[in-house]
């Protein structure tokens, strides 16, 4: 059990577009979503937490209206990166966690974003 | 805030024993966690630390310190296949986790 899916798993997109990633828990519900954003040999960035039906929590530095996270579902969350450039090229994972009172946190597998 | 600190890089033998060490410092604390991470793959969850003391799971073991903000990861007989970057991350309380910038552990024949 908890699993959590993203898709797509690579993408490559021209500088000025925007796209969208998707993070789906598949048999659980997940009250919270985080997005992460690492770079090469580097660890996790938090970038921001998303919970069900509200908005997000951006971390700071992270610019919201560059990331738009929107958690429509207790299954489903989604980042958009808005007219992207090459800079935002970097490996994207998001991670759920259950309703139940645990601190785990489940990782998606991750989305390669590459900004030409 | 909250800082935490672990080594670069490691090297150990296949077979051998390795401790990975991570300090902290921060002002809310509610576990701290240990995760593996494969070149290009999202982390995958090894341990889980809210009390002292020392928690055993097959070859891995997990210890820690709350009073002198400190765990170790500790893998036994280790294999080819644990060469991969280990994360120490504090959830530092609600639902927030910060992780520490990974160890990277070489494992050689």
């Known amino acids: 059990g908890a699993v959590v899916s993203q898709h797509p798993s690579r993408v490559i997109c021209k500088s000025g577009t925007s796209v969208k990633i998707e993070c789906r828990s598949l048999?659980?519900?997940?009250?919270?979503m985080f997005w992460y954003r690492q770079f090469p040999k580097k660890s996790l960035m938090l970038m921001a937490t998303?919970?069900?039906?509200?908005?997000?929590?951006?971390e700071q530095g992270v610019e919201k209206d560059k990331f738009l996270i929107n958690h429509a579902s207790l299954t489903l969350s989604t980042l958009t990166v808005t007219s992207a450039h090459p800079e935002d090229s970097s490996f994207y994972i998001c991670?759920?966690?259950?309703?139940?009172?645990?601190?785990?946190?489940?990782f998606g597998p991750g989305t390669r974003l590459t900004v030409t | 805030g909250q800082n935490i600190d672990q080594p670069t890089e490691m090297t150990a033998t296949e077979g051998a024993i390795v401790q990975i060490n991570c300090t902290y410092q921060?002002?809310?604390?509610?576990?701290l966690f240990w995760y593996q991470q494969h070149a290009g793959e999202a982390p995958t969850f090894l341990s889980y630390?809210?009390?002292?003391g020392l928690e055993e799971k097959g070859r891995f073991s997990s210890f820690l310190s709350r009073s002198k903000g400190y765990s170790y990861l500790l893998l036994k007989e280790l294999q080819m296949k644990d060469s991969a970057s280990y994360l120490c991350?504090?959830?530092?309380?609600?639902?927030?986790?910060?992780f520490g910038a990974g160890t990277r552990l070489f494992v050689k024949a």
């Open positions: 991350a504090l959830n530092t309380g609600g639902f927030k986790t910060i």
């Open positions: 048999d659980f519900q997940a009250t919270t």
């Open positions: 630390n809210v009390l002292d």
């Open positions: 991670s759920a966690q259950g309703l139940a009172a645990s601190y785990e946190q489940y």
């Open positions: 998303s919970n069900e039906g509200s908005k997000a929590t951006y």
């Open positions: 921060t002002s809310g604390f509610n576990g």
